[in-house]
T-cell receptor, first 109, second 111 residues
Framework: AQRVTQPEKLLSVFKGAPVELKCNYSYSGSPELFWYVQYSRQRLQLLLRHISRESIKGFTADLNKGETSFHLKKPFAQEEDSAMYYCALLTGGGNKLTFGTGTQLKVEL | SAVISQKPSRDICQRGTSLTIQCQVD?????MFWYRQQPGQSLTLIATANQGSEATYESGFVIDKFPISRPNLTFSTLTVSNMSPEDSSIYLC????????FGQGTRLTVV
C-alpha cells in the first residue's frame, strides 16, 4: 500500500538558515509527488510538484527514486515561510492524494 | 485554477444528529473529493464524489455514515450522520482537473 512519511512534526530554524523538510514515500507504481502548504488561517494550497521541476518561493524538491524521497529545500528561510507543509503522493488514478502527517515549519528571527 | 467555497466553516453539533457540508466550485471539474483531518493527524481521503453515480469510498468509510451527493460538475455535499464525538474533525472538499484545489474546511465539533 502507498504511504507518505514526514518524520518531523515540528521544524524550527532561524531566519536565513537553510531548510530541509523530509518526505519519504512507499509506492509500487511510478510516483507523482507534491508539496502542499497551509499558512495560518488559509486553505491548503499547492506549493510545487516534482514533474514541474520548478522553484516556488525559493523552495525546490527533487525526486530521488533510489532513496524514495522528495525532500523540500530552501537555502535561506524567511519569516513568511512559517506554515504547515504536507508531502503528498498521487495514487490510484483520478487524482487521489495520499498525504503525509505534515511538518510545522517555524522560522524564528 | 478553481475556487472552492465550503460551508459551514465550523459547527458544534449534538451527538446523534447529522450535518451536511456543502462544496461549491466556481468551474466545472472532473473530480471532487472529501477528506477528513482529525486533530494532530494527516488528511485522510473519505471518498471520491462521482457525478451522476454513487460515491467511491475508501477503506474504513461507508455510505451510511458519510452519504455524498454530486448532482453536477460544480457541487457536492457530504453528510456526517449519527454523529459521535469521534467525528470531531476538519472536513475538506477538494476538486481536481490537472491540479488539486481545496476548500477552507469545515471544523466540526460533536458534543
Amino acid at each position: 500500500a502507498q504511504r507518505v512519511t514526514q518524520p518531523e512534526k515540528l521544524l524550527s530554524v532561524f531566519k536565513g538558515a537553510p531548510v530541509e523538510l523530509k518526505c519519504n514515500y512507499s509506492y509500487s507504481g511510478s510516483p507523482e509527488l507534491f508539496w502542499y502548504v497551509q499558512y495560518s488561517r488559509q486553505r491548503l494550497q499547492l506549493l510545487l510538484r516534482h514533474i514541474s521541476r520548478e522553484s516556488i518561493k525559493g523552495f525546490t524538491a527533487d525526486l530521488n527514486k533510489g532513496e524514495t524521497s522528495f525532500h523540500l529545500k530552501k537555502p535561506f528561510a524567511q519569516e513568511e515561510d512559517s506554515a504547515m507543509y504536507y508531502c503528498a503522493l498521487l495514487t490510484g488514478g483520478g487524482n487521489k492524494l495520499t498525504f503525509g502527517t505534515g511538518t510545522q515549519l517555524k522560522v524564528e528571527l | 485554477s478553481a475556487v472552492i467555497s465550503q460551508k459551514p466553516s465550523r459547527d458544534i453539533c449534538q451527538r446523534g444528529t447529522s450535518l451536511t457540508i456543502q462544496c461549491q466550485v466556481d468551474s466545472q471539474v472532473t473530480m471532487m473529493f472529501w477528506y477528513r483531518q482529525q486533530p494532530g493527524q494527516s488528511l485522510t481521503l473519505i471518498a471520491t464524489a462521482n457525478q451522476g453515480s454513487e460515491a467511491t469510498y475508501e477503506s474504513g468509510f461507508v455510505i451510511d455514515k458519510f452519504p455524498i451527493s454530486r448532482p453536477n460538475l460544480t457541487f457536492s455535499t457530504l453528510t456526517v450522520s449519527n454523529m459521535s464525538p469521534e467525528d470531531s474533525s476538519i472536513y475538506l472538499c477538494s476538486s481536481a482537473n490537472t491540479e488539486a484545489f481545496f476548500g477552507q474546511g469545515t471544523r466540526l465539533t460533536v458534543v
